[in-house]
């Protein structure tokens, strides 16, 4: 098999896998909205075409500058720049996660009933 077919098949495996994760949580997402305390089954409506409906339009908005930029600079740098805001988005995440990890273990340690220094 050539390289650039080779490199197309598995950049559509990643397509469809990753789409097909996306759209897991497309019938739930109206109960997750009505969790958060939205009552009216028509607010409810609207703030579900909402949350699914922002990617792919931002998505549409952005593509042409995206474009642009890598016609101008190279996909290179498209990719350097996406790979650098996972890393921050994923260490941002880590951490918060981290911290809140350790304080609850610091709560549930003074509450638990080893806890004889009171």
Known sequence: MELWRRNQVAVTAA???GFTGFTMVMPFLAS???DLGVTDLGDVAVWTGLTLGVTPALSALC???WGRV??????KLLLLRALA?????SWDSWRKR???GICLRCVRFRDSPLDTAR
């Open 15 to 17: 397509s469809f896998v």
């Open 32 to 34: 997750y909205i009505q």
């Open 63 to 65: 593509a042409p500058l």
């Open 70 to 75: 890598a016609d101008r600079f190279g996909n």
């Open 85 to 89: 805001s996972c890393v921050v988005w």
């Open 98 to 100: 981290r911290n809140r």
